[in-house]
């Protein structure tokens, strides 16, 4: 399963929107109707902190601007308002089967 | 609270071999399945491997043949042993605690280690 993620680079205004598309080669439905697709934030210099799971569901003290959708093989991060502590790259993964595969990250800047 | 600690990095010379170890805290450590994800310097995320609560191991492309991953559930440890090194195997190796074994619905790579260093290089 390819994970294709758009755009790989985001220059976005303090407070204004962002949004990440990943999209997968095949559909991520899992047999028993769970979708295996999960978001996870890497600041510099440090380890991956898993935002978002199942394609819509906020991890415990993710700030809910950030929010996650779509079905199938098609999915959206989206940030409402971005601040500056949101810099850093973003990664879809699937892990609804083996081999598990991530996005190839997007980097999200301030402008 | 969940921990999981990676240790066994280091400098090692092509063609060497490693052991990594994660040590698990805070959790039912034989209910889930384990995995490692490695970053090579500037590079994006890359699935290296799972160990599953039934005993089932799955690999990478890049490591299959040459890597082999277990788990003492006794002592809450995951392993992973690489053997042929290559320049391209320096990365750092993070372990992820992957999913619930048996438990559908539930969060996937929820907890991930700080991680360990590993360099290939003469």
Known sequence: IVLTQTPLSSLVTLGQPASISCRSSQSLVHGH?????SWLQQRPGQPPRPLIYMISNRFP???????????????????????AEDVGIYYCVQTTDFPRSFGQGTKLEIK | ?????????GLVQPG?????????SGFTFSNFAMSWVRQAPGSGLEWVSTFNARGAAFYGDSVRGRCTISRDDSK????LYISGLRDDDTAMYYCVREYPQGVPAMPHCDYWGQGAMVTVSS
Do not use: K, M
């Open chain 1, 33 to 37: 109707g769970s979708t295996y697709l």
């Open chain 1, 61 to 83: 003290g993710v700030p809910d601007r950030f929010s996650g959708s779509g079905a199938g093989t098609d999915f959206t991060l989206r940030i409402s308002r971005v601040e």
């Open chain 2, 1 to 9: 609270e969940v921990q999981l600690v990676e240790s066994g990095g």
């Open chain 2, 16 to 24: 060497g071999s490693l052991r990594l170890s994660c040590e698990a």
């Open chain 2, 76 to 79: 809450n440890t995951l392993f």
